[in-house]
Nanobody, 123 residues
């Protein structure tokens, strides 16, 4: 089993920055892929970014490419999402996800999920 806990969300003005943290615990040695997803009220959960086990491969949604950066600490299983130049449309609950398989951008490919952290971009 794997437990994921997100933190770092909050209220930020447009153009500002936040860094989200996902702390992983439990049987993390088998984790192959980790990623971030987000869901705004009344909308479907969508892919944001993913990173492979060694942090050598990253993939981003087109809407966040060049603004967000995903990274991981291989020593303790923690992953991060650095969010810069935030926009109103980035407002959502951001969830951390993990998988023992080489999962991609679909939420149903991930078996471990955190509780989510709220990010609100508002002037």
């Amino acid at each position: 089993q794997v437990q994921l806990v997100e933190s770092g969300g909050g209220l930020v003005q447009p153009g500002g920055s936040l860094r989200l943290t996902c702390a992983a615990s439990g049987r993390t040695s088998d984790l192959n892929m980790m990623g971030w997803f987000r869901q705004a009220p009344g909308k479907e959960r969508v892919f944001v970014a993913l990173i492979d086990r060694r942090g050598r491969t990253t993939v981003y949604a087109e809407s966040v490419k060049d603004r967000f950066t995903i990274s991981r600490d291989n020593a303790n299983g923690t992953i991060y999402l650095q969010m810069d130049r935030l926009k109103f449309e980035d407002t959502a609950v951001y969830s951390c996800a993990g998988s023992d398989n080489p999962s991609g951008t679909r939420p149903d490919g991930y078996e471990y999920w955190g509780q989510g952290t709220q990010v609100t971009v508002s002037s």
